[in-house]
């Protein structure tokens, strides 16, 4: 028997380790338009802002069927300058989820004003509409759904609460690039729309970068004034905003990746609907809950993360990172709990399920290079992991057409 097929012991050979996210796999398929455009910007020499951001805001902008779109230095900037805009302030509180990354809360405080921490819906991680009504209080000025790990919150009661108490909307679509709720994109489900462009988003830069999306003028205006310090032109300053610019390397590279986030998006969306046959194949699915997605809405699965039964997360992370696969835990401890926050008087078990989603929650790769072979060895070694023995019909599994799939 050859070596290449069994070792010298006799056993069948470790499969190759698998990353939680290869940005060097993809950058590959793209050397050369990322080249061409850094080397554009490198001839003109005009570094912030000018032209390749304005092409891009011009570009970015339809892709979320907004009608402006406002570059920015960073996602966490794109939140701050746009409470700033909404005159958001000392005294003012902003329902938000306690389950998302730290900028989603410090932009809040940031500004002056109170996060109130609301609890999620166990099913989506999002937050929990009726909790958001329940924490409504005159002082209220705004909602701040997170549409996490790619899937739009439940934004139609949130609507209806917008309404009935005038209340603004940020949607954090830092990791919701392309998904769409009831037909809409994300960034045009509230006042305003936040994206990051952190590498490792589905639409990533060469470092940090951001945007914010908006079809009021009046306030796109104001936002682009807001990122130079409030300058309304030739050191005219109407207001004091903040230095947020967008450079144009970032704005050149994310333009080339913009024409292929529809394919990156639909190789994402493929290799989670693997991951559900495979987890079902494997025997997997009376120990870990998959995530769902209405079929009227569109996930973008910029995390995906499953939700680990009977306390065995911390067993599951242990094998798979014997067996080098990448994974990780988004995120570990909820906003609510922690140390800077405890001015809040927020205790454990005042939010229940976003204190579970902490505790059972672990994402796996996912990027649209992952491929079949390497997620049928994430899933193998899940289930050696949770010691899930089973002989299936066959060692390699026969998968569903995509497309019939999803029609």
């Not at 909790?131 to 139609?156: K, N, S, W, Y």
């Not at 699915?285 to 009227?296: F, I, K, N, R, V």
């Not at 899933?379 to 999803?406: F, T, Y």
Request: aromatic share 6%.
């Amino acid at each position: 028997m050859s070596r290449s097929i069994l070792t010298m012991s006799g056993h069948s050979p470790s499969p190759a380790p698998v990353p939680m996210i290869d940005l060097v796999e993809q950058y590959e398929t793209i050397r050369d338009e990322i080249h061409e455009a850094v080397n554009r910007v490198f001839a003109t020499q005009r570094f912030v802002l000018g032209d390749e951001v304005a092409d891009f805001e011009e570009e970015a902008a339809p892709y979320c069927d907004a009608r402006y779109a406002i570059g920015c230095a960073s996602g966490s900037d794109a939140l701050l300058l746009s409470l700033m805009a909404l005159e958001i302030g000392p005294g003012d509180e902003v329902i938000t989820s306690p389950y998302t990354f730290f900028a989603t809360a410090s932009s809040i405080t940031r500004c002056g004003a109170t996060p109130v921490f609301v609890d999620i819906d166990p099913a989506t991680y999002n937050l929990d509409p009726a909790a958001v009504e329940a924490a409504i209080t005159p002082q209220t000025r705004a909602i701040m759904p997170v549409h996490l790990f790619g899937q739009c919150a439940d934004m139609q009661p949130l609507w209806r609460l917008s309404v009935r108490h005038s209340l603004a909307i940020v949607e954090d679509a830092a990791q919701a690039i392309g998904a769409t709720y009831s037909g809409r994109k994300a960034g045009v489900l509230g006042t305003v729309g936040c994206f990051s462009f952190f590498p490792t988003k589905n639409l990533g830069g060469a470092g940090d970068g951001g945007m914010i999306t908006s079809d009021d003028a009046d306030l796109a205006r104001r936002l682009r004034r807001l990122r130079v310090h409030g300058d309304a032109g030739r050191y005219q300053h109407r207001e004091v905003g903040i230095n947020s610019r967008l450079d144009a390397l970032q704005a050149a590279v994310l333009r080339v990746k913009l024409r292929h986030l529809p394919d990156w998006t639909r190789q994402r969306q493929e290799n989670a609907a693997r991951y559900v046959h495979l987890v079902d194949a494997h025997g997997l699915s009376d120990y870990l809950e998959t995530p769902g997605c209405a079929p009227e809405n569109e996930h973008v699965y910029n995390q995906y993360v499953v939700r680990v039964r009977d306390g065995q997360r911390d067993s599951l992370i242990e094998g798979l990172r014997a067996q080098e696969i990448g994974c990780a835990i988004y995120y570990p401890q909820p906003l609510h709990l922690q140390e800077c926050f405890a001015s809040l008087d927020y205790c454990e078990g005042d939010l229940p399920e976003a204190e579970r989603a902490a505790a059972e929650t672990v994402a796996l790769p996912i990027y649209s290079e992952l491929g079949e072979a390497r997620q049928e060895s994430v899933v193998r070694a899940m289930a050696e992991a949770l010691g899930v023995s089973r002989n299936l019909r066959a060692r390699s599994i026969s998968l569903p057409d995509p497309e019939k799939r999803a029609a």
